[in-house]
């Protein structure tokens, strides 16, 4: 027998790829998006005591009561609304699992789902998977902002979801009021679902704010809120997430959820519940992040790169268009090798590898390394052949 691969066009990722090649060249790793720093002592205290109180049995499988309950207090003082937590949150292992469990819940075969791309690349193969058919639509060029005209022109009587991502990867662009409300106008009188990514929610700049989808009256209904709680407190290893999601979606959510993981690991959930008792804990974020943003985007101004600062995510795209006409994949490949620092390059972020001569670089590192990276940098038109 011949094993058919149903992702034949699907490889390893690139940033399995750029992170292997840092650790092989001994370059510093701003590539793949994990924070260079740990997570609050305290927590992982929390993490110990629940491990050696012996809370590491099966949770129940939409989580456990404390942190549901806590993460819908947490959801209604930050974005206004107050989900019910028995019914309508739902902890999973990762937010690419709750955004492959919520394709999953509503995409048939046959089916169309919007991608606003540049987009990460885990919505596509959970689209084809389910035998659902992604249709492209590219976001402004420069702020890679929403042109919601092109969305509007995309639909068709197949659409069946749209997927959203915000504040957004790879590029940090971070949704106002008025996407918020163009995206309700679209879908209000249709049977089109919203996928929505916003594991960045505390992420922001320069005063900006995070709306969340679910806090909006009509998209409420129709979207899946996926959240991370790895992203937010420097362990994305811990493999943690959400969903908030009506009681409707939530109850097909589930029925996938209880087949992909089952439940979540215990002890993380008792700890994860405690910490947040502490709003402060979470409030912070953005100012924490800012700093480093703030750090790294002053040293770039040093370099030959052109960038707008990130207005969200722990994400900077910088471009070298005016400079040379080498492929971004190519040169991240000689950053990485000859410089030693690693990046993205974001022709990944397109289903037709466009490249736009623009990189991404991670800024959740250590003071240090970040300096570290950005005096290396400086020496970019030595490879730029």
Not at 14 to 32: C, P, R, V, Y
Not at 114 to 126: C, N, Q, T
Not at 179 to 193: C, F, M, R, S, W
Not at 291 to 303: E, P, S, Y
Request: hydrophobic share 40%; proline share 5%; glycine share 8%.
């Amino acid at each position: 027998m011949t094993l058919v691969s149903k992702l034949p066009h699907i490889g390893t990722t690139i940033f399995t790829i750029m992170s292997k090649m840092a650790t092989d060249e001994g370059a510093i790793n701003l590539s793949q998006g994990f924070p260079g720093f740990g997570s609050d002592p305290v927590l992982l205290e929390m993490v110990a005591k629940y491990t050696k109180g012996g809370f590491n049995q099966y949770a129940p499988m939409s989580g456990i009561p404390a942190l549901k309950d806590i993460l819908a207090k947490k959801t209604g003082l930050t974005q206004g609304y107050f989900p019910n937590p028995e019914t309508e949150v739902t902890i999973v292992s990762g937010a690419t699992e709750a955004i492959f469990s919520a394709v999953t819940a509503v995409v048939r075969k046959g089916d169309e789902v919007l991608v606003l791309e540049p987009a990460y690349d885990s919505y596509e193969p959970a689209i084809t998977l389910n035998g659902g058919i992604p249709v492209y639509v590219s976001l402004n060029s420069g702020d890679f902002s929403v042109d919601w005209q092109k969305v509007k022109d995309a639909i068709s009587p197949k659409t069946r979801a749209i997927m959203v991502n915000s504040p957004h990867n790879p590029s940090g662009y971070v949704w106002t009021v008025e996407d918020v409300n163009q995206l309700a106008d679209l879908v209000e009188k249709t049977g089109i679902y919203v996928i929505s990514d916003e594991v960045y929610e505390h992420i922001t700049f320069d005063g900006r704010v995070h709306l969340s989808l679910g806090a909006h009256p009509v998209l409420r209904e129709k979207t899946f809120v996926c959240g991370s709680f790895g992203k937010t407190f420097h362990v994305t290893g811990w493999k943690i997430g959400y969903c908030i999601a009506s009681e409707e979606l939530s109850s097909e959510f589930r029925k996938i959820h209880q087949y992909v993981t089952f439940s979540t690991v215990t002890p993380i959930q008792y700890a994860l519940a405690e910490y947040l008792e502490v709003p402060e804990r979470y409030l912070s974020i953005p100012d924490f992040y800012q700093k480093k943003r703030d750090l790294f985007v002053k040293g770039l101004a040093k370099t030959e790169f052109e960038f707008t600062p990130s207005p969200g995510s722990f994400f900077q795209l910088v471009s070298y268009g005016h400079l040379s006409s080498v492929s971004d994949r190519l040169l991240a490949e000689r950053m990485t090798r000859e410089l030693k620092v690693a990046c993205i390059p974001i022709s990944v972020f397109y289903s037709d590898k466009k490249d736009d001569k623009i990189i991404r670089f991670c800024f959740a590192k250590e003071g240090v390394e970040l300096e570290q990276a950005l005096d290396r940098l400086k020496n970019l038109k030595k490879i730029l052949r």
